[in-house]
């Protein structure tokens, strides 16, 4: 971050006769360690704040800014021990507060950074930074629209702030509003055409758009400029993966590790092209390097296989999306047969239907209370633990089952079926930025289906912009009579056939072992890997999978056919 102000000499009071003392001979050595500072000669500063510290302990400047030497060296702890330690001496003061919220940020404290935030714009109300630092800490948080207001009025403040242009465009970036973020990376670029941040950002920007030729162009050229650029690296990697070109993909990824060693992201992109490539054996060890949000922390170390676990209590926890639970919940079988006790912790939503997995003693939900186990093992861990290759990916089929109660239900529901029966999904998670490729809408999909079967929406969430066209279509859209995923697996049961865009529908169907036809972007998740049209995780699937990035088209037109020759040979029932 940028330094705040030239440290001043402070006044020191007698606490007698109030009479100003004269200036402590600690001031020029300040101002030589603030030069050194300024300079970026870190090491060289925190030595001089140090000897200062050393003649005056209780000095404000020396140790507000040797903590924000820590925190620039990546020492974040020392830094917030260093600045409270500032801030118990002069509590008024906006820089320190500023910087002490920067250094709990980078530690994940974020309700206390946030605090220390608005200490520091209560304190210096004008301040565009003040809104930036406190829009950045917002979107940690996930907080995204609170976020953006308080970028806002960073941008209101001090138009021509390029810092908080750039951190505006990457929370519009996480909203999905793509083309206003492109838009404002561009403006804080014009504003300062060195800000390397913006010109990255820039080349996320346009990857999102499908613009991948400019956004790679964009991240060489910062890479023209900062070679040694970590992230720009990693970046390259994930254009070019969008582009199938994964060998100069992996290539771009090991660069950034081998300048970042400890670079997760990196490593964990680098598993995802090569698990998209088929590469089991080298993607599921360096898979190990995912960092997830809310991911369960426990004090023993995960099993990861090759440890005998015969009598022993195994607690499996989820830790991302509903369809990667559903998917490697079948791992639970495998751990059983190894005569231990299972225990699946899941979400919520999900408890009820992966109840009728097999090889499992109890399932419990993530808002109850831990159990009691001795071993335990992330459910997305499980395939290196079994050594999973291509060839010997477990798939039974089916593996989970629907309530008959639930069936009843939906069989009256529906009615007495006339010909083919099909249900549909056509979107993902619709705010999320990374779903961009994983849906497409009501007009472009019921433009394109053929007449004669019975359609059925199984999508609980609709788009505004799809409202219309859903309710002016052919769909028997059920909306929220679907409660939960125990009334979506009944409904597949009831089905002749699902088609689904890449949402936690493909697994629900696919775990049930029914038809199952999965659209996929040209480049999808790593899942589906590249060009094959079924699926070895889900024998009952077939997969669509775009021409051309981002255009569902030829897709839709395949599906058209396909399903035009299913309901004639299903004919009328």
Not at 66 to 75: N, P, W
Not at 145 to 158: G, M, P
Not at 315 to 321: K, M, N, V
Not at 456 to 475: F, H, M, T
Request: negative net charge.
């Amino acid at each position: 971050m940028a330094l705040r102000r030239l440290p001043r000499g402070r006044r020191l009071m007698n606490s007698d006769d109030q009479r100003q003392l004269p200036e402590p001979p600690t001031l020029d050595t300040l101002h030589r360690a603030f030069s050194l500072h300024q300079q970026g000669r870190l090491a060289d500063a925190a030595r001089l704040y140090e000897q200062i510290l050393a003649a005056e302990p209780s000095n404000f400047d020396a140790l507000h800014l040797l903590g924000l030497t820590a925190h620039q060296s990546g020492d974040h702890e020392r830094a917030v021990e260093l600045i409270s330690a500032a801030l118990r001496i002069d509590q008024a003061q906006p820089d320190a507060c500023s910087n002490i919220g920067l250094a709990l940020q980078a530690l994940g404290r974020f309700s206390e950074a946030l605090a220390f935030t608005d200490a520091a714009i209560a304190l210096r109300p004008g301040s565009s930074k003040g809104y930036s630092n406190r829009g950045n800490i917002l979107r940690d948080m996930k907080r995204l629209q609170e976020a953006l207001a308080s970028l806002d009025r960073a941008v209101a403040l001090d138009p021509s702030d390029a810092i908080a242009l750039n951190n505006r465009g990457n929370v519009l970036l996480d909203l999905g509003r793509l083309e206003e973020a492109l838009a404002g990376f561009d403006r804080a670029i014009a504003l300062r055409s060195d800000l390397v941040d913006a010109h990255l950002n820039r080349g996320n920007a346009l990857a999102k758009l499908h613009r991948l030729e400019e956004a790679l162009e964009c991240i060489d050229g910062v890479l023209a400029i900062e070679p040694q650029r970590a992230a720009a690296h990693a970046n390259r990697g994930a254009v070019l993966q969008e582009l199938r070109r994964l060998d100069e993909a992996i290539a771009a990824y090991d660069r950034a590790i081998e300048l970042k060693p400890d670079f997760a992201g990196a490593k964990f992109n680098k598993a995802l092209a090569l698990l998209l490539d088929g590469r089991f054996d080298e993607g599921w060890p360096l898979y190990e390097s995912r960092v997830v949000q809310g991911m369960l922390s426990l004090p023993k170390p995960p099993w990861l296989g090759g440890k005998e676990i015969r009598g022993r209590t195994v607690l499996l926890h989820s830790e991302q999306g509903l369809g990667d639970t559903l998917q490697f919940c079948r791992y639970a079988a495998l751990v059983k047969e190894m005569q231990a006790r299972v225990i699946l912790r899941v979400p919520s939503p999900l408890v009820g239907f992966v109840s009728t997995l097999q090889g499992v003693d109890a399932v419990v939900s993530e808002s109850d209370a831990l159990p009691e186990f001795d071993e335990h093992c992330p459910l997305l861990s499980l395939p290196l633990a079994f050594r999973t290759r291509l060839d010997t990916i477990p798939a039974p089929s089916p593996y989970l089952s629907s309530r008959a109660d639930r069936r009843q239900f939906w069989s009256r529901r529906l009615g007495a079926a006339n010909g083919l029966r099909v249900g549909l999904a056509w979107s993902g998670n619709w705010n999320s930025i990374s779903g961009y490729n994983r849906f497409l809408s009501v007009s472009d999909l019921t433009a394109h289906l053929p007449e004669g079967p019975t359609y059925v929406g199984l999508q609980k969430e609709v788009r505004p912009i799809d409202l219309e066209a859903l309710a002016n279509s052919q769909v028997l859209f059920l909306g929220d009579e679907i409660r939960d995923f125990e009334d979506t697996a009944a409904l597949c049961d009831l089905l002749d056939l699902v088609i689904t865009v890449d949402t936690s529908l493909a697994h629900v169907s696919g775990a049930l072992a029914r038809p199952t036809w999965v659209l996929l972007s040209k480049v999808p998740d790593w899942r589906w890997m590249l060009d094959r049209p079924d699926s070895p995780w889900y024998p009952t699937a077939r997969l669509y999978r775009q021409s051309v990035m981002g255009r569902w088209d030829s897709v839709l037109e395949q599906v058209a056919e396909d399903l035009t020759r299913l309901a004639e040979e299903k004919g009328p029932r």
